[in-house]
């Protein structure tokens, strides 16, 4: 990222998250880096990170500054989002697309803890949604007004640890707890319905307890508006998104999971980026 907007973004990050426009434009610089991540020698999680980009900037500008608040993405396979939006925030100094993947960098294709900003490093499916709820119990029981929000995948959904967790989330009333499903309907061996989908899903989250909203993830007046606690029940939020979101090539595309890209394509996809 250029230096300049580095800077400007890290002047305006302190309260934005009612400023849609510098939302907007902190994705599209997550998109760019994103991009960048998928022309490394390694390739990336593409698809995965541009449809859960919109639900991270919008986390982070809500309570990215809030010591006692913590947002987890426990679809670990989107570090590349996570990188992306930890660096435009100035969370992360160094430029994640520089060293992404390679032999001996923080940046590793699942979130990396000894990174700032990444308290818990994820990467087996459904391990960040119990940490995350550990991490909203124990804010509750220091009486702490601090929220936990952690970003899951639709397919991660087909791990029995989500609703374990959802089981025991509504038992302890954990209502300052904020779970976000990425709803981008592809997994890596295709499209979620075609492999084991997971129908009703309000119906289903609403019948362990939690307040359910459903949102268009990529509408950044939707998303900060739904991440906020309940505060009577845990909060379930269904965002549905697109694969490869912003990149009309690979946009809905199962296929675009994992991709590695030639430096040329980048280029262009960035220079298109919708």
């Given amino acids: 990222m250029h230096l300049e907007l580095q800077q400007q973004l890290r002047q305006e990050q302190n309260d934005d998250s009612a400023n849609i426009p510098v939302l907007i434009e902190r994705a599209k610089a997550a998109r760019k880096l994103i991009i960048d991540m998928a022309a490394t020698p390694t390739g990336c999680h593409i698809g995965g990170s541009l ?3 919109d639900l991270l900037i919008g986390a ?3 309570y990215g500054n809030d010591p006692s608040s913590v947002v987890i993405l ?3 396979h989107a570090a590349a989002g996570l990188y992306a939006a930890l660096h435009v925030y100035g969370i992360i100094e160094e430029n994640p697309a520089d060293s992404y993947g390679a032999v001996g960098s923080l940046f590793t294709g699942h979130p990396n803890h000894k990174l700032p900003g990444i308290p818990f490093a994820t990467g087996s499916l459904g391990h960040g949604i119990p940490y995350a709820a550990g991490w909203a119990l124990s804010q509750k ?6 929220v936990s929000v952690v970003i899951g995948g639709d397919g991660e959904l087909q791990e029995g640890l ?3 967790t959802a089981q025991i989330v509504q038992a302890q009333n954990i209502t ?3 779970y976000i499903i990425d709803i981008n309907g592809g997994q890596n061996d295709g499209y979620v319905q075609d492999i084991s989908p997971i129908r009703n899903l309000r119906q289903r989250f609403e019948s362990f307890g939690f307040s359910v909203r459903e949102i268009d993830g990529h509408n950044f007046e939707e998303i ?3 991440i906020e606690p309940d505060m009577v029940a845990p909060l379930a939020i269904l965002a549905s998104t697109v694969k490869g979101k912003g990149v009309a090539a690979i946009e809905g595309h199962p296929g675009a999971h994992y991709v590695k890209i030639p430096t040329k394509v980048a280029h262009k996809w960035k220079v298109s980026l919708l």
């Fill in 74 to 76: 426990s679809k670990g």
């Fill in 176 to 178: 300052n707890f904020i």
């Fill in 51 to 53: 449809s859960a980009i």
């Fill in 141 to 146: 029981l220091k009486g702490s007004k601090g």
């Fill in 162 to 164: 989500c609703w374990e």
């Fill in 224 to 226: 900060v508006d739904a």
């Fill in 60 to 62: 982070y500008a809500k």
